[in-house]
């Protein structure tokens, strides 16, 4: 797919209006666990007032596109089921095609994964003793020892092992909780191996299935984790916007490797209707009155300006070198910039 990237930055116009599409991640960006994030739902409405499709592509297994979709629209985001693609939806499809109908998978995870088998014909069981053909995997709050011992034996007998998603942590209003990767975690020690097949981000199959509802357009991908949403449009040759209102943070982005470089980065949804609150990164190392240099390992934040600007510029410099991401002030203003962008520590 072609980038907008340059043509957004050569007219200096909104960035929604680059693309046909708007693909948002849920937790971190649209909503932390149940509760909308301040000016979400403003921001989604207003895509929709302007006649702009929007889609929800999330990791979470443990809820259904139709409970995602319910969930939206009672926080003021009318949603469609057909709008929201899961990793749990996906991962049922995938095994409906490897294996025959009524299948035996040996469910690890919420009943919305269960749910997902059975509405592709698969027959979700509990124990290794009922033989399953596969087991999946995926996020559940009440995933315990006991499903995770029956996933090991059943993996030890030969069942191929398909988690939803690696996420490590979910964001919460506490901040980051477990996730389905650290339960993945569980069984990979136990078993000293990786899962046979990872069907979410960062792999580029929930963006793309949305990149194709886009027909001939463009389309942004919307993330607050560089390791699932930005590697994950990446891989599938979409743009991205990285909003610091989950988990990835400006440290996070400073020592990103290159497949978890985003396109740009806003506070919040703002960014994608003012030209003010988004940032195209890299910048330079001169960037809108910031200057970043690189002295013992550490880069020099110099000058004055947009936060944002600074961010972009500590970006370019420490994309460039081995410095890494240990930042310092170099004078008031940018003292004051490293303390809004959590750099300061």
Same mark, same amino acid.
């Given at each position: 797919?072609?980038?907008?990237?340059?043509?957004?930055?050569?007219?200096?116009?909104?960035?929604?209006?680059?693309?046909?599409?708007?693909? &948002?991640?849920?937790?971190?960006?649209?909503?932390?666990?149940?509760?909308?994030?301040?000016?979400?739902?403003?921001?989604?409405?207003?895509?929709?007032?302007?006649?702009?499709?929007?889609?929800?592509?999330? %990791? %979470?297994?443990? +809820?259904?596109?139709?409970?995602?979709?319910?969930?939206?629209?009672?926080?003021?985001?009318?949603?469609?089921?057909?709008?929201?693609?899961?990793?749990?939806?996906?991962?049922?499809?995938?095994?409906?095609? =490897?294996?025959?109908?009524?299948?035996?998978?040996?469910?690890?995870?919420?009943?919305?994964?269960?749910?997902?088998? *059975?509405?592709?014909?698969?027959?979700?069981? #509990?124990?290794?003793?009922?033989?399953?053909?596969?087991?999946?995997?995926?996020?559940?709050?009440?995933?315990?020892?006991?499903?995770?011992?029956?996933?090991?034996?059943?993996? +030890?007998?030969?069942?191929?092992?398909? !988690?939803? %998603?690696?996420?490590?942590?979910?964001?919460?209003?506490?901040?980051?909780?477990?996730? %389905?990767?650290?339960?993945?975690?569980?069984?990979?020690?136990?078993?000293?191996?990786?899962?046979?097949?990872?069907?979410?981000?960062?792999?580029?199959?929930? &963006?793309?299935?949305?990149? +194709? =509802?886009?027909?001939?357009? *463009?389309?942004?991908?919307?993330?607050?984790?560089?390791?699932?949403?930005?590697?994950?449009?990446?891989?599938?040759?979409?743009?991205?916007?990285?909003?610091?209102?989950?988990?990835? $943070?400006?440290?996070?982005?400073?020592?990103?490797?290159?497949?978890? =470089?985003?396109?740009?980065?806003?506070? $919040?949804?703002?960014?994608? &209707?003012?030209?003010?609150?988004?940032?195209?990164?890299?910048?330079?190392?001169?960037?809108?009155?910031? #200057?970043?240099?690189?002295?013992?390992?550490?880069?020099?934040?110099?000058?004055?300006?947009?936060?944002?600007?600074?961010?972009?510029?500590?970006?370019?410099?420490?994309?460039?070198?081995?410095?890494?991401?240990?930042?310092?002030?170099?004078?008031?203003? !940018?003292?004051?910039?490293?303390? !809004?962008?959590?750099?300061?520590?």
């Amino acid at each position: 797919m072609i980038s907008a990237r340059s043509d957004r930055d050569r007219a200096g116009g909104r960035l929604v209006d680059a693309y046909t599409l708007v693909v &948002f991640d849920l937790d971190g960006v649209i909503y932390l666990i149940d509760r909308p994030i301040p000016g979400a739902v403003e921001a989604v409405g207003r895509l929709r007032d302007e006649g702009r499709a929007v889609a929800y592509a999330t %990791n %979470n297994a443990s +809820r259904r596109s139709s409970e995602v979709a319910d969930l939206l629209t009672g926080m003021g985001v009318p949603a469609e089921p057909a709008e929201v693609l899961t990793s749990a939806g996906a991962t049922a499809e995938l095994l409906a095609d =490897r294996l025959p109908a009524g299948a035996p998978v040996l469910v690890v995870g919420a009943e919305a994964l269960r749910a997902e088998l *059975r509405a592709v014909g698969l027959r979700p069981v #509990s124990t290794a003793e009922e033989e399953p053909a596969a087991v999946a995997q995926g996020y559940g709050p009440q995933v315990g020892w006991s499903d995770l011992a029956e996933a090991s034996l059943a993996v +030890r007998a030969g069942a191929p092992w398909y !988690a939803t %998603n690696t996420d490590r942590t979910l964001p919460s209003p506490r901040g980051p909780l477990p996730g %389905n990767g650290s339960l993945v975690a569980v069984l990979r020690t136990a078993l000293d191996r990786d899962p046979d097949v990872v069907v979410g981000k960062p792999e580029p199959a929930l &963006f793309a299935t949305a990149a +194709r =509802r886009a027909g001939a357009g *463009r389309a942004l991908v919307v993330g607050d984790r560089l390791d699932t949403d930005i590697e994950g449009a990446r891989r599938a040759g979409l743009d991205s916007l990285l909003v610091l209102t989950g988990v990835s $943070d400006a440290a996070e982005l400073l020592a990103a490797p290159e497949p978890r =470089r985003p396109a740009y980065v806003s506070i $919040d949804l703002t960014g994608l &209707f003012d030209s003010e609150a988004v940032v195209a990164v890299p910048g330079g190392a001169e960037t809108g009155g910031w #200057s970043v240099t690189e002295a013992g390992g550490e880069l020099v934040l110099d000058g004055a300006g947009r936060t944002l600007d600074a961010l972009a510029a500590l970006c370019a410099v420490a994309w460039s070198t081995p410095a890494g991401p240990r930042v310092r002030a170099g004078s008031p203003a !940018a003292a004051e910039a490293l303390t !809004a962008l959590g750099l300061d520590g």
